[in-house]
């Protein structure tokens, strides 16, 4: 099995993953600094008087700017995980890529340090993709409420909406907090580099 | 198959968090984070003329002419959660000499008192009301379709949008099919009451099928065209007041 292959025997990360990677990064970029732009129109907890984001760091400057940017971002995003999506089913990586009984089974006995980390790591792909899915899913609830008011019933009301919709933010931020501390603790500098299309030295 | 390799020495340098890189990283991040926000931000316009013209396309196509949006229970009304928004306040309105205008690309223009309007046939009906600054309200509507309206003034056949002029001045602009909608309404009772004037009274839109700056109160004039209408002095469009600023003009929901 891969996981079990030795650790200097470096598989290499297909550009496939690597494009799927940097567009992701780029897209929830966009996604975040512009929702936060329009969450400032009226911020989800307490209205107008609630806490509001610093404008430093928000992309759009005005609600109808961090909208365009939004509803742009929202093409860029979903669609890259959809083929990337695909590409993980139709080639079986999903067989290998996400948390299994292996991973659970090495937390509980394993001593080995670099094997730990695989499998929380593995956790950590596993945990964001429902997340990705859920921002999508509430984030089309909030567009079109009145065509997919199925949604916005499914989640409750409104309010539990937006709720779900803006937690997906911090969601991803942890995620990418706890990846890179993964990786790097994991791989150090040289799986950075692998993940980059050039390499530097 | 469950057995654990046999430990092998420890790499150097993996057993704890390369403390300087994570740093570095966060920093570039942070750098690159702000700067892209900021670069990006003034390319919002021209971003948007390249994706509105696309997301409009899709919102277009998952709208149904005579589809009936789910209304709710009565007990779902939220009477306090309707936020009042308007550009300049309330208009004066002499309620005694009220018409109503139908103009533009009709057969029979109209000029309607209030009476008039509401002799037409009754409907109400419990919505959501979305706002484009991210709120919503639950809220009972009754008036009048305007698709009755407009049978009446009956639009010529190349006829594409509906103008709505309101009364403090706010102007805009719907496709036609949005505003034959059966849900589209011409709306003077809120919450089972007559329209308080700060939501729009005599007259106002209300439908569950747009944002709510489409859904102009105070409506005095409906304006049947072919096309946008342009400014007379610099041939701008004029789509209506937040559209012209840079705010979507479809605005479905």
Redesign the interface.
Known sequence: MSEKAPVQKRSPITVTAKVFHWVNVLSLFIMIASGLQIYNANPVFGGRAGLHFPMVGLLGGWLAGGRHWHFAGMWLFSLNLLWYGIYVLVTRRWRHRYVGQNDIKALQLSHNPKRRIYAWHRIAYTAIIPILLLALLTGIGMYKPAQFHWIVDFFGDWFALRVVHFFTVPAVLIFAVVHSVLALKAGGDRLISSMLFWQPK | M?A??T??P??P??????RR??LQ?AGYTAFG??A??TG??LL??P??K???P??QKV?EL??RPQKL??EFPKSAIEPDQL?VNSFRGNPVIDLANFRLEVTGEVEKPLSLSLDAVRQLPYKSMVI?H???????AIVEWGGVRLSDILQMAQPKSGARYVYFDSADGYFSSWDLASATHPQTLLAYEKNGAPIPLENGAPLRLAS??KLGYKQSKWVTRILVTNDFLRAPQNQQLMRGY?ED????WYA??
């Open positions: 469950t654990e390799p430990p092998q420890p790499i340098d993996d057993e704890g968090l390369p890189s994570f990283i984070w702000i892209g926000a990006l931000t919002e316009s971003l948007n390249l994706f509105e696309v997301n919102e998952i709208f949006i789910p936020i959501r979305v706002c484009v600054e991210g709120w919503a569950p099928l937040w600023f840079g705010y979507e479905g929901l």
